[in-house]
């Protein structure tokens, strides 16, 4: 399975507007990588921004698969990838 760049970013707002119980519309997120620093996430909710690493991207996507197509995935079973735009392989 492969998900793509705006499937992940559905993920993490997703992720973050459940945590911080605000509407997923209120999370902008912008995907990075960084040779040095791996895949990471800018996210702006509210006038506040952050940055989350790679770990919480797999976590965010790992939730996501789960809750939109019933697929349970592992953190080990998910691949960033850098191809023209960042996308996610899932093997189940």
């Known amino acids: 399975m492969q998900l793509t760049m705006d499937e992940i970013i559905n993920a993490v707002c997703l992720n973050i507007a459940e945590r911080r119980v605000i509407k997923p519309t209120e999370v902008m997120v912008e995907?990075?990588?960084?040779?040095?620093?791996g895949y990471s996430?800018?996210?702006?909710?509210?006038?506040?921004?952050?940055?989350?690493?790679?770990?919480?991207?797999?976590?965010?996507?790992?939730?996501?698969v789960d809750r939109e197509?019933?697929?349970?995935?592992?953190?080990?079973?998910?691949q960033l990838?850098?191809?023209?735009?960042?996308?996610?392989?899932?093997a189940v």
Do not use: C, K, M
């Open 31 to 37: 995907l990075l990588w960084d040779e040095d620093l």
């Open 69 to 78: 197509y019933g697929i349970r995935a592992f953190q080990d079973q998910i």
């Open 41 to 64: 996430a800018h996210i702006t909710v509210q006038g506040r921004d952050w940055y989350i690493n790679e770990g919480s991207l797999i976590e965010a996507i790992t939730r996501y």
């Open 81 to 90: 990838d850098l191809t023209d735009e960042i996308i996610a392989h899932i």
